[in-house]
């Protein structure tokens, strides 16, 4: 349920690092996400393509806070 997901972000006693942690998921998946393109035929690794990947996270979690 979306409000239990709200209701966990707005605990408050480790909102800030819990947002960290977010981003450092984001990144990871991001850049990993890109990384596995090396081994698929067709595909080609894009430093662009991880930076797109990050920014859409970011941009969900800016979506996240304003709900708070």
Do not use: H, T, W
């Not at 709200?6 to 819990?18: P, S, V």
């Not at 430093?47 to 979506?63: A, E, P, Q, W």
Request: hydrophobic content about 50%; some cysteine.
């Amino acid at each position: 349920a979306p409000e239990g997901a709200l209701r966990a972000l707005k605990d408050g006693r480790r909102r800030d690092m819990e947002y960290i942690y977010a981003i450092l998921i984001i990144i990871g998946v991001g850049y990993f996400d890109e990384f596995i393109q090396i081994f698929l035929p067709n595909r080609f690794y894009d430093i662009r393509d991880v930076c797109l990947n990050i920014l859409s996270g970011m941009l969900g979690l800016g979506f996240v806070r304003l709900l708070e």
